[in-house]
Protein backbone atom coordinates (compact mmCIF):
# COMPACT_ATOMS: atom_id res chain seq x y z
CA UNK A 1 0.00 0.00 0.00
CA UNK A 2 1.40 3.12 -0.95
CA UNK A 3 2.29 5.87 2.28
CA UNK A 4 2.60 9.32 1.61
CA UNK A 5 4.86 11.22 4.12
CA UNK A 6 5.03 14.50 4.48
CA UNK A 7 8.11 16.52 5.98
CA UNK A 8 8.01 19.24 8.14
CA UNK A 9 4.72 18.89 9.83
CA UNK A 10 4.76 22.25 10.30
CA UNK A 11 6.93 25.47 9.16
CA UNK A 12 7.28 29.08 10.44
CA UNK A 13 9.38 31.72 8.07
CA UNK A 14 9.03 35.20 8.15
CA UNK A 15 7.50 36.91 5.19
CA UNK A 16 9.93 36.85 1.71
CA UNK A 17 11.84 33.85 2.64
CA UNK A 18 12.08 30.73 0.05
CA UNK A 19 10.96 27.62 1.17
CA UNK A 20 10.53 23.91 0.23
CA UNK A 21 8.45 21.54 1.37
CA UNK A 22 9.27 17.65 1.41
CA UNK A 23 7.23 14.65 -0.02
CA UNK A 24 8.06 11.39 -0.14
CA UNK A 25 6.27 8.11 -1.21
CA UNK A 26 6.63 4.49 -1.59
CA UNK A 27 5.57 2.96 -4.35
CA UNK A 28 7.12 4.46 -7.39
CA UNK A 29 4.45 3.40 -9.94
CA UNK A 30 2.29 6.33 -9.68
CA UNK A 31 0.20 7.76 -12.74
CA UNK A 32 0.58 11.51 -10.86
CA UNK A 33 1.29 14.05 -8.35
CA UNK A 34 -0.81 16.58 -7.10
CA UNK A 35 0.13 19.16 -4.74
CA UNK A 36 -2.36 21.08 -2.90
CA UNK A 37 -3.22 23.99 -0.16
CA UNK A 38 -6.21 24.01 2.36
CA UNK A 39 -6.82 26.65 4.54
CA UNK A 40 -8.23 25.63 7.88
CA UNK A 41 -11.84 24.23 8.01
CA UNK A 42 -11.80 24.31 4.22
CA UNK A 43 -11.38 22.18 0.99
CA UNK A 44 -8.81 21.46 -1.30
CA UNK A 45 -7.38 23.88 -3.74
CA UNK A 46 -5.19 22.05 -6.35
CA UNK A 47 -1.50 24.15 -6.93
CA UNK A 48 -0.05 21.35 -9.57
CA UNK A 49 -0.19 18.29 -11.24
CA UNK A 50 2.86 16.33 -12.28
CA UNK A 51 1.92 13.76 -14.27
CA UNK A 52 4.79 10.78 -14.02
CA UNK A 53 6.09 11.19 -17.15
CA UNK A 54 6.86 15.32 -16.34
CA UNK A 55 9.84 16.14 -13.66
CA UNK A 56 8.10 19.57 -12.61
CA UNK A 57 5.12 21.90 -12.97
CA UNK A 58 5.63 25.70 -12.15
CA UNK A 59 2.74 28.19 -11.57
CA UNK A 60 3.41 32.00 -10.47
CA UNK A 61 5.64 31.67 -7.42
CA UNK A 62 5.23 27.58 -6.99
CA UNK A 63 7.40 24.86 -8.33
CA UNK A 64 6.95 21.11 -7.89
CA UNK A 65 9.15 19.09 -9.32
CA UNK A 66 9.18 15.00 -9.21
CA UNK A 67 11.86 12.34 -8.94
CA UNK A 68 9.52 9.18 -9.67
CA UNK A 69 12.44 6.63 -9.31
CA UNK A 70 13.44 8.08 -5.57
CA UNK A 71 10.07 8.22 -4.51
CA UNK A 72 10.54 12.07 -4.05
CA UNK A 73 8.71 15.76 -4.66
CA UNK A 74 9.20 19.15 -3.50
CA UNK A 75 7.53 21.91 -3.79
CA UNK A 76 9.39 25.30 -3.81
CA UNK A 77 7.37 28.48 -2.73
CA UNK A 78 9.35 32.20 -3.91
CA UNK A 79 8.98 35.15 -1.85
CA UNK A 80 6.45 33.36 0.95
CA UNK A 81 3.57 35.88 2.09
CA UNK A 82 1.19 35.46 4.64
CA UNK A 83 -1.07 34.79 2.37
CA UNK A 84 0.63 31.48 1.62
CA UNK A 85 -0.33 30.26 5.19
CA UNK A 86 -2.28 27.14 5.30
CA UNK A 87 -1.74 23.08 5.24
CA UNK A 88 0.19 21.98 1.83
CA UNK A 89 -0.60 18.36 1.47
CA UNK A 90 1.24 15.81 -1.47
CA UNK A 91 -1.59 13.43 -2.66
CA UNK A 92 0.35 10.58 -5.44
CA UNK A 93 -2.30 8.84 -7.85
CA UNK A 94 -1.75 5.06 -8.28
CA UNK A 95 -3.52 2.55 -10.51
CA UNK A 96 -6.48 2.68 -8.59
CA UNK A 97 -7.08 5.83 -9.06
CA UNK A 98 -8.11 7.41 -5.92
CA UNK A 99 -5.53 10.37 -4.15
CA UNK A 100 -2.92 8.58 -1.09
CA UNK A 101 -2.53 11.99 0.67
CA UNK A 102 0.67 12.58 2.81
CA UNK A 103 -0.45 14.34 6.55
CA UNK A 104 0.34 18.05 5.23
CA UNK A 105 2.94 20.44 5.89
CA UNK A 106 1.28 23.82 8.19
CA UNK A 107 2.82 26.33 6.99
CA UNK A 108 2.79 30.08 8.73
CA UNK A 109 4.43 32.63 7.26
CA UNK A 110 4.88 36.11 9.47
CA UNK A 111 4.88 39.76 8.21
CA UNK B 1 -12.94 24.63 -14.80
CA UNK B 2 -14.79 21.52 -13.44
CA UNK B 3 -16.68 22.51 -10.53
CA UNK B 4 -17.73 19.92 -7.85
CA UNK B 5 -19.95 21.29 -5.22
CA UNK B 6 -21.18 19.37 -1.70
CA UNK B 7 -24.39 19.94 0.27
CA UNK B 8 -25.11 20.34 3.12
CA UNK B 9 -21.49 22.48 3.59
CA UNK B 10 -22.02 21.98 7.17
CA UNK B 11 -24.58 19.45 9.58
CA UNK B 12 -24.97 18.63 13.01
CA UNK B 13 -27.48 16.06 14.27
CA UNK B 14 -28.36 13.93 17.32
CA UNK B 15 -26.68 10.39 17.68
CA UNK B 16 -28.42 7.73 16.29
CA UNK B 17 -29.95 9.84 13.26
CA UNK B 18 -28.76 9.58 9.59
CA UNK B 19 -27.40 11.96 7.81
CA UNK B 20 -27.36 12.14 3.60
CA UNK B 21 -24.37 13.94 1.41
CA UNK B 22 -24.37 14.89 -1.93
CA UNK B 23 -21.97 15.29 -4.37
CA UNK B 24 -22.60 17.05 -7.54
CA UNK B 25 -20.25 17.50 -10.84
CA UNK B 26 -21.77 20.86 -12.05
CA UNK B 27 -20.05 20.87 -15.54
CA UNK B 28 -19.01 17.45 -16.48
CA UNK B 29 -19.87 13.83 -16.01
CA UNK B 30 -18.13 11.79 -13.68
CA UNK B 31 -18.57 7.80 -13.94
CA UNK B 32 -16.03 7.36 -11.12
CA UNK B 33 -16.40 9.43 -7.79
CA UNK B 34 -13.91 9.34 -4.10
CA UNK B 35 -15.30 9.92 -0.50
CA UNK B 36 -12.68 11.02 1.55
CA UNK B 37 -12.67 11.23 5.49
CA UNK B 38 -10.33 13.53 7.78
CA UNK B 39 -10.50 13.75 11.30
CA UNK B 40 -8.76 16.65 12.90
CA UNK B 41 -5.12 17.14 12.10
CA UNK B 42 -5.31 14.14 10.04
CA UNK B 43 -5.37 13.45 6.81
CA UNK B 44 -7.45 12.96 4.38
CA UNK B 45 -8.32 9.06 4.06
CA UNK B 46 -9.96 7.31 1.32
CA UNK B 47 -13.69 5.49 2.34
CA UNK B 48 -14.85 4.49 -1.00
CA UNK B 49 -15.29 4.47 -4.51
CA UNK B 50 -18.28 5.28 -6.19
CA UNK B 51 -18.96 4.13 -9.68
CA UNK B 52 -22.22 5.38 -12.11
CA UNK B 53 -24.67 2.33 -12.24
CA UNK B 54 -22.81 -0.29 -10.34
CA UNK B 55 -21.95 -1.00 -6.18
CA UNK B 56 -19.11 1.20 -3.95
CA UNK B 57 -15.98 -0.10 -3.14
CA UNK B 58 -15.04 0.53 0.42
CA UNK B 59 -11.55 0.48 2.06
CA UNK B 60 -10.72 -1.93 4.39
CA UNK B 61 -11.89 -0.67 7.75
CA UNK B 62 -14.99 1.21 6.37
CA UNK B 63 -18.54 -0.22 7.50
CA UNK B 64 -20.24 -0.49 4.22
CA UNK B 65 -23.79 -0.97 6.03
CA UNK B 66 -23.07 2.45 7.90
CA UNK B 67 -22.05 4.65 5.38
CA UNK B 68 -23.76 4.09 2.31
CA UNK B 69 -22.95 5.38 -1.24
CA UNK B 70 -25.06 5.48 -4.16
CA UNK B 71 -24.00 6.78 -7.63
CA UNK B 72 -27.02 7.39 -9.21
CA UNK B 73 -26.43 8.96 -12.42
CA UNK B 74 -23.05 10.80 -13.65
CA UNK B 75 -23.41 13.89 -11.59
CA UNK B 76 -24.31 12.82 -8.56
CA UNK B 77 -22.89 10.73 -5.40
CA UNK B 78 -24.54 10.51 -1.88
CA UNK B 79 -23.04 9.32 1.39
CA UNK B 80 -25.37 8.61 3.80
CA UNK B 81 -24.05 8.11 7.48
CA UNK B 82 -26.62 5.56 9.13
CA UNK B 83 -26.96 5.85 12.83
CA UNK B 84 -24.18 8.30 13.23
CA UNK B 85 -22.03 8.55 16.31
CA UNK B 86 -19.98 11.26 17.95
CA UNK B 87 -17.31 9.27 16.20
CA UNK B 88 -18.56 9.83 13.11
CA UNK B 89 -17.94 13.69 13.49
CA UNK B 90 -15.64 14.24 10.63
CA UNK B 91 -14.70 16.13 7.76
CA UNK B 92 -16.07 14.98 4.76
CA UNK B 93 -14.59 15.52 0.95
CA UNK B 94 -16.01 14.21 -2.35
CA UNK B 95 -13.56 14.25 -5.63
CA UNK B 96 -15.07 13.55 -9.13
CA UNK B 97 -12.86 11.85 -11.92
CA UNK B 98 -13.04 13.90 -15.23
CA UNK B 99 -11.63 11.80 -18.13
CA UNK B 100 -12.69 14.28 -20.74
CA UNK B 101 -10.05 16.47 -20.75
CA UNK B 102 -6.51 16.50 -21.77
CA UNK B 103 -5.84 14.61 -18.96
CA UNK B 104 -6.94 11.17 -18.85
CA UNK B 105 -7.09 11.31 -14.92
CA UNK B 106 -7.87 15.09 -13.10
CA UNK B 107 -9.83 14.84 -10.08
CA UNK B 108 -11.59 17.50 -8.98
CA UNK B 109 -13.02 18.46 -5.01
CA UNK B 110 -15.53 19.71 -3.62
CA UNK B 111 -15.86 21.96 -0.76
CA UNK B 112 -15.85 19.51 2.05
CA UNK B 113 -19.22 18.69 4.61
CA UNK B 114 -18.59 18.92 8.04
CA UNK B 115 -20.58 16.82 9.98
CA UNK B 116 -20.97 16.85 13.93
CA UNK B 117 -23.05 14.58 15.47
CA UNK B 118 -23.94 15.42 19.10
Known amino acids: KQEVTQIPAALSVPEGENLVLNCSFT??????LQWFRQDPGKGLTSLLL?????REQTSGRLNASLDKSSGRSTLYIAASQPGDSATYLC??????????FGKGTSLLVTP | GAVVSQHPSWVICKSGTSVKIECRSL??????MFWYRQFPKQSLMLMAT?????????EQGVEKDKFLINHASLTLSTLTVTSAHPEDSSFYIC??????????????FGPGTRLTVL
Open chain 1, 50 to 54: IQSSQ
Open chain 2, 27 to 32: DFQATT
Open chain 1, 91 to 100: AVQDSGYALN
Open chain 1, 27 to 32: DSAIYN
Open chain 2, 95 to 108: SARDTSGAYTDTQY
Open chain 2, 50 to 58: SNEGSKATY
